[in-house]
């Protein structure tokens, strides 16, 4: 008997492995996938998926129908996993950045050092937008989501989304214009 998503996340939620094994088998590549593109690296995107299905078997009980379809869920699940990893893998490339400051400011040319400034300018000013802007822009650059995707991910009208993406751009235009 084949289950529908509905049941099989009830059955996660009673602690049913073989329920979890199950949905795997059934989203496991369109997870994987998903988390690949937005990470771009196939290690990292399994570490993505792999929390995301821990995620489910942990939070199966929260689960609620009438906010959405099992899939929708469980995808929302993987992509927060994997922008969580960019934002991870960020962190961690600047905290190796600063640690090599000193070494690294001997030897950069002008131009590393140009792109370094014009970095941090660009995450001071995207810190300085409203959040609803920043969270826009950040899924959909550094997230890799369409206007769809955002406005799905988001629960708010397309129209909405495509409104905050432009706005933040043209607050950031004119931060990063304050800036010089």
């Given at each position: 008997?084949?289950?529908?998503?509905?049941?099989?996340?009830?059955?996660?939620?009673?602690?049913?492995?073989?329920?979890?094994?199950?949905?795997?088998?059934r989203y496991g590549r369109v997870a994987y996938g998903l988390a690949l593109r937005v990470l771009r690296d196939p290690a990292l995107a399994q570490d993505a998926v792999q929390d995301a299905f821990l995620a489910a078997w942990r939070t199966a009980t929260a689960f609620d129908a009438r906010r959405g379809?099992?899939?929708?869920?469980?995808?929302?699940?993987?992509?927060?996993?994997?922008?969580?990893?960019?934002?991870?893998?960020?962190?961690?490339?600047?905290?190796?950045?600063?640690?090599?400051?000193?070494?690294?400011?001997?030897?950069?040319?002008?131009?590393?050092?140009?792109?370094?400034?014009?970095?941090?300018?660009?995450?001071?000013?995207?810190?300085?937008?409203?959040?609803?802007?920043?969270?826009?822009?950040?899924?959909?650059?550094?997230?890799?989501?369409?206007?769809?995707?955002?406005?799905?991910?988001?629960?708010?009208?397309?129209?909405?989304?495509?409104?905050?993406?432009?706005?933040?751009?043209?607050?950031?235009?004119?931060?990063?214009?304050?800036?010089?």
């Amino acid at each position: 008997m084949v289950r529908t998503d509905e049941e099989l996340l009830a059955a996660i939620g009673r602690g049913d492995e073989r329920a979890l094994g199950e949905l795997y088998d059934r989203y496991g590549r369109v997870a994987y996938g998903l988390a690949l593109r937005v990470l771009r690296d196939p290690a990292l995107a399994q570490d993505a998926v792999q929390d995301a299905f821990l995620a489910a078997w942990r939070t199966a009980t929260a689960f609620d129908a009438r906010r959405g379809k099992p899939q929708t869920w469980l995808m929302t699940l993987v992509h927060r996993r994997a922008v969580d990893i960019v934002r991870r893998e960020e962190r961690r490339r600047a905290d190796q950045l600063d640690e090599d400051a000193p070494v690294a400011a001997a030897a950069a040319t002008d131009e590393e050092a140009a792109v370094r400034e014009q970095r941090r300018a660009v995450q001071a000013a995207l810190a300085r937008l409203p959040t609803d802007q920043r969270e826009a822009l950040e899924l959909s650059y550094y997230g890799g989501l369409t206007q769809s995707e955002l406005a799905e991910r988001l629960g708010v009208p397309l129209g909405t989304v495509k409104s905050r993406v432009f706005a933040g751009l043209a607050r950031l235009r004119d931060l990063l214009g304050e800036a010089g």
